[in-house]
C-alpha cells in the first residue's frame, strides 16, 4: 500500500518554483520568483511559524488573470522535506488513502461532507462509519501535532463524533501528517480544550487512525506514506 500515488498535482496546472519571502496575512504570501515579486494564495489558515521562514523554496501555480492573487501556494521545502501545504487538496488525498485501505480495510461505498448534528462530518464509510480528517502539519521533536493554532471547530468534531457512536455508528477520526514524524499527539499545550475533547472521544469508543504522505517531485505526485501511530 505504501508509495501508492494519492494525487497527481500535475493536474492543478503548470507547477513552479519560487521564493517565500513573508506572510502579510493568513491567506496571502508575498513570494518572489525570477527577481519579481508576487501576490501568492495560502489555502492553510494555520500560523504555519516553524515553516513560513523568509527564502526557503516554494512549489506555486499561476493563478487566472481574474483572481485577486498571482499565484497558488503548493508547497515548502522545509530542510529538505517538501510539504504540501494546501488545505484544499486533504479530503480528495485522504478519500484515495482511504480507497486504498488506510483505515484497515477497502470500503464499499464513501459519501463525503456529510450532515450530522451542527456540523459536516467529512466522510461517511459504507453508510455505518462516519470519518473526520484532520492534517497536520506542526512538527516538534519528531512529533506530529494538531493543531497548530486553537480550533473550537475542532473540539465540536469530536463531540459529534462521539455522539455518533452513542447513536449507533462507528466513527474515525483519521490524522494526515503532511510531515515525516515518528507520532502524532493533540497539542495539549496550545488548545486544552480541542485535546481534552479527543481524549474523551477515544473514551467513548471513537478509533484513532493515521497516515503520512510525501511529495515526489521528479513525479510532482503526491503518494502514500508510512502509517501514523500516536505517541
Known amino acids: 500500500m505504501k508509495n501508492k500515488v494519492l494525487f497527481d498535482l500535475n493536474t492543478l496546472g503548470n507547477l513552479e518554483k519560487a521564493k517565500f519571502l513573508e506572510r502579510p496575512n493568513r491567506f496571502k504570501a508575498i513570494i518572489e520568483k525570477e527577481g519579481k515579486t508576487y501576490t501568492c494564495h495560502v489555502a492553510d489558515p494555520g500560523r504555519l511559524k516553524e515553516i513560513f521562514i523568509p527564502n526557503r523554496e516554494i512549489l506555486v501555480i499561476k493563478n487566472k488573470p481574474e483572481l485577486k492573487t498571482d499565484y497558488k501556494l503548493i508547497a515548502i521545502n522545509v530542510e529538505n522535506e517538501w510539504v504540501l501545504l494546501n488545505t484544499s487538496l486533504h479530503s480528495k488525498i485522504a478519500k484515495k488513502a482511504i480507497q486504498e485501505g488506510v483505515l484497515g480495510f ?23 462509519i462516519f470519518v473526520e480528517l484532520k492534517g497536520t502539519n506542526l512538527k516538534i521533536n519528531d512529533c506530529c501535532l494538531f493543531p497548530d493554532a486553537p480550533t473550537k471547530r475542532g473540539a465540536k468534531h469530536m463531540r459529534e463524533l462521539a455522539e455518533a457512536i452513542k447513536q449507533g455508528y462507528k466513527a474515525i477520526v483519521l490524522f494526515m501528517a503532511v510531515r515525516d514524524c515518528k507520532c502524532f499527539k493533540p497539542n495539549e499545550k496550545l488548545d486544552e480544550e480541542f485535546a481534552s475533547a479527543f481524549y474523551e472521544a477515544l473514551d467513548k469508543g471513537v478509533e484513532f487512525k493515521g497516515f503520512k504522505i510525501k511529495l515526489n517531485l521528479k513525479e510532482f505526485t503526491v503518494e502514500l506514506g508510512e502509517e501514523l501511530k500516536m505517541c
Open 106 to 128: 477497502k470500503p464499499g461505498s464513501i459519501k463525503m461532507e456529510v450532515p450530522f448534528g451542527k456540523s459536516r462530518i467529512d466522510f461517511l464509510i459504507d453508510n455505518e
